[in-house]
């Protein structure tokens, strides 16, 4: 799923190309895109783009006229991504979604995959905005004292509290893997066990890791725009560069461990035992309860259980 680093990165894309330009009109190939009916979405038609935000992990685009705003709000949730395409251009079969139809070109969204999540709403006026946030903290510009007041509002993990929308904003399950790392501290501690000194390191790594990988995505932005792609060709959760999402079993670039992962319903928490847990792997609850008593509690009995071929 696009986080706070490719979204913003579209957003600053899309206002480039978008920014005073007309919408002539959405084109739907899948009708469970569009999440709302009132406005109708024909009401959007004819109407100038004002500004491209975005709100968590959504992009909205800001359209005046008469009456007052409207809002498009795009959730490109797991496999959606945008393409710039001619005038005109048709929807991609298969897995084209919409077309959003300027005089300048064609924002085209796909998504790949059976299971099509993506969503559209279109909002009619600010506070129709206002109530479809979900009222996280602007990570990057949150002060230490408003972080900390965020991350121990509620009692949850580590992992569940950076990914959790109504305390952060634009966090998911790859650059919360990657923020934990860089603090090195557990994604299964609890938020109401955190002394001052992990909260300082929690919050340095929130800025530091989602401001580097905003810049390094804008890099590779402006390559892909030098060679004559308008819109970002590379969106995905696993890059090369990171330190441990995406990583299972590929050694830490910290300490040279493994990197362990927990499977958990639909996600995984990919981290470094010996720089994140004081050398103990974490047991996910379906492993847990199948192995009882033979799970691994070290990377050590791991690695030794691997060698006698049990592992």
């Known amino acids: 799923m696009p986080e706070l680093p490719d979204v913003t990165i579209y957003v600053e894309r899309l206002t480039e190309l978008l920014a005073g330009e007309t919408l002539r009109g959405v084109r739907l190939r899948s009708p469970f895109l569009l999440r709302t009916v009132n406005p109708p979405l024909v009401a959007a038609a004819g109407r100038p783009v004002k500004s491209v935000t975005r709100q968590g992990k959504r992009l909205v685009l800001r359209l005046g006229g008469e009456g007052g705003p409207l809002f498009l709000v795009l959730h490109l949730m797991i496999a959606g991504r945008l393409r710039w395409a001619e005038p005109g251009a048709g929807v991609p079969?298969?897995?084209?979604?919409?077309?959003?139809?300027?005089?300048?070109?064609?924002?085209?969204?796909?998504?790949?995959g059976s299971k099509k999540r993506a969503s559209l709403h279109l909002l009619a006026g600010e506070a129709a905005l206002t109530a479809h946030d979900r009222g996280g903290l602007e990570p990057l510009?949150?002060?230490r004292a408003e972080f900390a007041a965020a991350l121990r509002r509620e009692n949850h993990t580590l992992k569940r509290a950076l990914t959790d929308p109504r305390l952060f904003s634009g966090i998911g399950n790859a650059y919360s893997d990657e923020i934990l790392h860089r603090a090195r501290l557990s994604p299964f501690l609890q938020t109401s066990t955190l002394g001052e000194e992990q909260v300082e390191a929690l919050h340095e790594a929130t800025?530091?890791?989602?401001?580097?990988?905003?810049?390094?995505?804008?890099?590779?932005?402006?390559?892909?725009?030098?060679?004559?792609?308008a819109l970002p060709r590379k969106v995905t959760a696993f890059?090369?560069?990171m330190a441990v999402h995406g990583r299972y079993g590929q050694p830490c670039p910290t300490c040279g461990a493994p990197v362990q992962r927990i499977l958990y319903a639909e996600n995984e928490a990919n981290?470094?035992?010996?720089?994140?847990?004081?050398?103990r792997l974490l047991a996910d609850r379906v492993l847990s309860r199948l192995m009882k008593d033979d799970w691994p509690r070290t990377i050590e009995e791991l690695e030794e259980r691997k060698r006698e071929g049990r592992g």
């Open 93 to 112: 079969g298969k897995i084209g979604v919409a077309a959003f139809d300027f005089e300048c070109g064609t924002l085209l969204l796909t998504e790949a």
């Open 141 to 143: 510009t949150a002060t």
């Open 207 to 229: 800025r530091a890791v989602l401001g580097e990988w905003t810049a390094r995505l804008r890099d590779e932005a402006a390559a892909d725009a030098r060679a004559g792609h």
């Open 239 to 241: 890059r090369p560069g």
């Open 271 to 279: 981290y470094c035992a010996t720089c994140q847990t004081g050398g």
